[in-house]
């Protein structure tokens, strides 16, 4: 069985300030996609970044990068020059080697203070 | 390019009744995946269509259904409705059935009185 564990609940970090959201995963499969995604209050996913088991190099996107590391299975999200927008819950997930089955971590709820 | 709709956005049932969750995947995407979301289980995956095929079910009762049509939108149903399916429901859809990007529509929240 999968499992996501992200250990913050709530995080406060000052504007143009960078932070990092952490989350490590377990799993058997030998191959295996991470996601993170943002969820506003408005409730809509809003997907951010994807790291493949294999890629060779971390993912970034913009201002989010994420920080694979396979041996300690942890795929922290690092999100740089933070914004008031960036203000919502964040979700690290899993898909499943069977298909596209996301498995879920509790969620980090980001606080960007003026 | 179009995003993943869900429709309707909110919903309101009485206890008992059953009622019906519509996905429209963005062009081109073949699988579709539906998730539960309440304050108190989390994210929870109910299940995911792949070219019309049910591919993984997730823990839920035998209330919960779904179909994926031949253009690849889904649909959900819940009968018999319960208080505690109240929650946002959430779609997801990718191109593929693994590994690759999954994107979220906006939600329906259920609300059942």
């Known amino acids: 069985a999968q499992k996501i564990t992200q250990t913050q609940p709530g995080m406060f970090v000052q504007e143009k300030e960078a932070v990092t959201l952490d989350c490590t995963y377990d799993?058997?499969?030998?191959?295996?996609?991470l996601f993170w995604y943002k969820q506003p209050s408005s409730g809509e996913m809003i997907f951010l970044i994807y790291?493949?088991?294999?890629?060779?190099q971390n993912a970034t996107e913009g201002r989010y990068s994420l920080n694979f590391q396979k041996a300690r299975k942890s795929a922290n999200l690092v999100i740089s020059a933070s914004q008031l927008g960036d203000s919502a819950m964040y979700f690290c997930?899993?898909?499943?080697?069977?298909?596209?089955?996301?498995?879920f971590g509790g969620g980090t709820r980001l606080m960007v203070k003026p | 390019k179009a995003g993943v709709t869900q429709t309707p956005r909110y919903l309101i049932k009485t206890r008992g009744q059953q009622v019906t969750l519509s996905c429209s995947p963005i062009s081109g995407h073949r699988s579709v995946s539906w998730y539960q979301q309440t304050p108190g289980q989390g994210l929870q995956f109910l299940f995911e269509?792949?070219?019309?095929?049910?591919?993984n079910k997730g823990n839920f009762p035998g209330r919960f259904s779904g179909r994926q049509f031949s253009n690849s939108r889904s649909e959900m149903n819940v009968s018999t409705l319960e208080l505690g399916d109240s929650a946002l429901y959430l779609c997801a859809s990718s191109v593929e059935s693994w590994n690759t990007e999954a994107f979220f529509g906006q939600g329906t929240r259920l609300t059942v009185v």
């Open positions: 799993t058997s499969d030998p191959s295996y996609g």
């Open positions: 790291q493949g088991s294999y890629d060779q």
């Open positions: 269509y792949f070219s019309e095929t049910q591919r």
């Open positions: 997930a899993m898909d499943s080697h069977a298909g596209n089955m996301l498995t």
